[in-house]
């Protein structure tokens, strides 16, 4: 099954991501009916494990929309495992270093461009096992997270590791390792400078720029500052928004108070739980 999203990436094209915090497989059926084109499971710091994750897969199946998970970390055992579930696509976080691109990359590939093992119990739904094998390599998207000073002394190494699709740029974590609160929706002058940093080195070796965004207005400006993958917010945390505007609606609060609800809750780090 071809990968929509770095179909997308090749025709030059941003995609619009969801990220499923929620563990549970009708959530992820309602966020596939949304209008993103793809959905990640948060595997880091969503309330999700493996079970959930498949739980997951199974509710965005029937919908045109391409399964993706942000791995706890970079390992290769969970990475195989979720890839057999049937992602399309693996984003992990902290990867710092060269060595540390290559083994992710080893991970999400078969022999001989990895050493990913062979047992796609649930990708097979895709196509048969034979298939499979044939495009997976090919089809899987690599995305390594880069959220910090150590990887942006490194971006040049990193992103010269063959495999590499895209990168994902944690705002949160990014912030934190140069000394500044975490928050999404960034506006700090050296965090901007950062970001186009990053589009220029990924635009001279097509390697597409994805970041998380805490409103669709940011992420809309951020698509046209040249990224081509843009997540907003999570699902519990749309949830959230929506039911405190109902809630004040029905009360008769004014709209002011209950965005100001909202905005603080989408500038918190994705599956923090908001109170």
Known sequence: ???????????GRAVVNGWLAIPNAYSAEVMAQAGFDSLT?????????????????QG???????????????????????L?????????????TAEQAKQLVSSCR?????????GPIRAGIYG?????FATANKDVAVIPMI????????????????GIDGIYVGPSDLGLSLGLVPKLDREEPEILKIY??????????DIAVGLHNGTAAYAKRMIGMGFKLVTIGNDSGLLLQAARVAAAGARGEGSEQAARHSQAGSQREPGELRK
């Open 60 to 82: 965005m199946q029937p919908h045109a929309v391409t399964p993706m998970v942000r791995v706890p970390w970079n390992e290769p055992g969970i990475v195989g495992k979720v």
């Open 196 to 205: 186009e940093r990053l589009l220029n080195e990924c635009g001279k070796r």
């Open 41 to 57: 499971v948060d595997m880091q710091h969503g309330v999700q494990d493996y079970l959930s994750a498949v739980a997951c897969f």
């Open 110 to 118: 078969y022999p001989p461009e990895g050493t990913r093992s062979f």
């Open 147 to 162: 959220e910090t000073q150590e990887a942006l002394d490194n971006i040049e190494a990193i992103l010269d590791v063959p």
């Open 1 to 11: 099954m071809a990968n929509k999203v770095k179909e997308a990436w090749s025709q």
């Open 128 to 132: 048969e096992a034979g298939s499979y």
């Open 84 to 96: 057999d579930a049937g992602a399309m696509g693996v984003i992990c976080p902290m990867v710092n």
